[in-house]
């Protein structure tokens, strides 16, 4: 093999390796988007969550029971939430409605922890359904 074979045969694989170098990186800069875009989902997730835990969070600072994972007998519930199914024009557009006939949008205001945690169940179900809303 002469001087020149070798040397043609050292820039193609330098040239073959910076072609997947340059890949590798592609894929690298790929995984850093995905993952950035995973964190954001994640932060709107936990900011959509915020009034739901300050909602708890209020109700145990008034210590009244709550009923969760506790051992009392529970209360009579003081709001109620119905769900219902919504359906559009078309056969796989089907939606949901939730509402309380005992809540309004003031209600964020209210002494009572019901009232609180309710709304901003309420309000969660919404901001949740807008996310995972199938685009057009």
């Not at 954001?40 to 600072?61: C, G, I, M």
Request: proline letters at 5%.
């Amino acid at each position: 093999m002469t001087d020149a074979e070798t040397l043609d045969r050292v820039i193609r694989i330098a040239e073959r390796s910076a072609k997947k170098a340059a890949l590798w990186e592609e894929i690298a800069e790929q995984r850093e988007k995905e993952l950035a875009t995973l964190r954001a989902q994640r932060d709107e997730l936990w900011e959509q969550l915020t009034p739901l835990k300050d909602a708890v969070l209020f109700a145990r600072s008034q210590r009244r029971p709550m009923g969760i994972g506790q051992d009392f007998p529970r209360a009579p519930a003081c709001v109620s939430i119905q769900i219902g199914a919504e359906y559009g024009r078309e056969r796989d557009n089907a939606g949901f409605w939730i509402e309380s006939d005992e809540l309004a949008t003031t209600d964020s205001d209210s002494p009572s922890p019901c009232r609180h945690i309710a709304l901003a169940l309420i309000r969660l179900a919404y901001d949740v359904a807008e996310k995972v809303k199938p685009k057009k």
